[in-house]
């Protein structure tokens, strides 16, 4: 099964895009990638899924190059509300998750 | 309103004394799963369900069973916990239409339940 990489953690301010990176690079041909986000001591909550190029919701996009071996999640305009960890999945794989940090 | 549900939310035990995590879903998914979580590894999966009395070992399923004889509920059990056990623990389900899981099926996960075994 494919196993991700993302960064460990991420900092950012109130109002800014944040963008997080994932790679792929096992990833087969009939695997989405799909975000969750996780509060403290709350489950994962499903973000968004996709399979290739570009797909947006009301909360963020996700960007899939041609060749899918890596993910961009992208988060306009963060709040603080948005400080949570993150995690992109491969089928039903989660990893270690990026932490992400959002400052007044 | 759909939703997963774990009992207990919050459990201390002793070294060797059995206990049941519950799960239960109200959305008629045929998919469940325990995943357990620790701090730097992540969700880590211990056992999965495809449909009632079908289950099967995730990464993780030492110490641990499950039983799935009703669709709406997964309870984890531990039959001699030990220390290492010590984690937090989170049910999740998921639809699963026309036979094995969907990687496109979402995950709903449940408000989580955290053990601590002395």
């Known amino acids: 099964l494919a196993k991700t990489t993302q960064p460990i953690s991420m900092d950012s301010y109130e109002g800014q895009e944040v963008n997080i990176t994932c790679s792929h690079n096992n990833i087969a041909t009939n695997d989405y990638i799909t975000w969750y986000q996780q509060f403290p001591s709350q489950g994962p909550r499903f973000i968004i899924q996709?399979?290739?190029t570009k797909v947006t919701n009301e909360v963020a996009s996700l960007f899939i190059p041609a060749d899918r071996k890596s993910s961009t999640l992208s988060l306009p305009r963060v709040s603080l509300s948005d400080t949570a960890v993150y995690y992109c999945l491969v089928r039903i794989i989660f990893g270690s998750g990026t932490r992400l940090s959002i400052r007044p | 309103e759909a939703q997963v549900t774990q009992n207990p939310r919050y459990l201390i035990t002793v070294t060797g004394k059995k206990l049941t995590v519950t799960c239960s879903q109200n959305m008629n998914h045929e998919y469940m799963s325990w995943y357990r979580q620790d701090p730097g590894l992540g969700l880590r999966q211990i056992y999965y369900s495809m449909n009632v009395e079908v289950t099967d070992k995730g990464d993780v399923p030492e110490g641990y069973k499950v039983s799935r004889k009703e669709k709406r509920n997964f309870p984890l059990i531990l039959e001699s916990p030990s220390p290492n056990q010590t984690s937090l623990y989170f049910c999740?389900?998921?639809?699963?239409?026309?036979?094995?899981?969907?990687?496109?099926?979402?995950?709903?996960f449940g408000p989580g339940t955290r053990l601590t075994v002395l």
């Open positions: 996709g399979y290739k």
């Open positions: 999740a389900s998921s639809p699963n239409s026309g036979g094995g899981l969907k990687f496109t099926d979402t995950q709903y």
